[in-house]
């Protein structure tokens, strides 16, 4: 019986699994936008989603980089937690959840698998905002 159990295995080892979700998420916070396939994608957003709610909890204490850094250590590369502490935070300041999108896509040809892309919500108005400042420059 499946009670109480929840994740996907992955046909891997916890260890593995661990690993592939560590890498992932550092992958996203870096990139901030990715190709992976529908499974992954979506325990990929949960997992993310969790991380930055922890990130914007450990600011509001006392020494916000080491509580930061402390939460975070074990399940992203330090990388992406210093991303993630300078830049993403600001931008998801008032926002309470749902800080990625998973869309869908056609399968791989390969081997048929369903594919998918996850990004943060908040891409496309950086991409529009960088598009309208270098139209600007060349204006100038």
Not at 59 to 74: A, D, F, I, W, Y
Not at 76 to 95: D, G, N, Y
């Amino acid at each position: 019986m499946k009670h109480r159990k929840s994740g996907r295995q992955f046909g891997r080892k916890r260890a593995g699994r661990k690993a592939l979700q560590r890498t992932m998420l550092g992958s996203l916070v870096l990139r901030e936008r990715m190709e992976t396939t529908e499974a992954k994608a979506k325990e990929l957003k949960s997992a993310i989603d969790r991380m930055i709610t922890r990130a914007k909890r450990a600011t509001k204490s006392k020494n916000p980089q080491m509580e930061l850094v402390r939460k975070l250590e074990g399940d992203m590369p330090l990388v992406a937690i210093k991303k993630l502490s300078q830049s993403m935070l600001t931008r998801f300041e008032s926002r309470n959840s749902g800080y990625t999108r998973v869309v869908k896509l056609s399968p791989r040809k390969s081997d048929g698998a369903k594919m998918a892309i996850i990004e943060f919500v908040d891409k496309e108005k950086e991409i529009k905002k960088k598009s309208t400042e270098k139209t600007s420059k060349k204006t100038s």
